[in-house]
């Protein structure tokens, strides 16, 4: 004979299931939005750092030059 209810009541591993599916899925969120911001942060650091090490900003070195080359 078939079921009357087509909801059948929901038993305690399907609560379990549940339970553990929502709280698993805060972690993840945050996990995702640590992720981005980590990424944004590196971004503009490596930014930062090609500004700190770009040519125009770095003195001039002068190298003695050697008679040998004087010559030439």
Known sequence: MPADNPNPPKTHRDLASEW???LATTPVLVG??????????LQELSDLS??????DRLPVLN????EEEDKE
């Open 20 to 22: 553990l599916l929502s």
């Open 32 to 41: 995702v939005w640590g992720a981005r911001v980590a990424g944004k942060w």
């Open 50 to 55: 090609e500004e700190i090490w770009r040519g």
């Open 63 to 66: 190298f003695p030059t050697t």
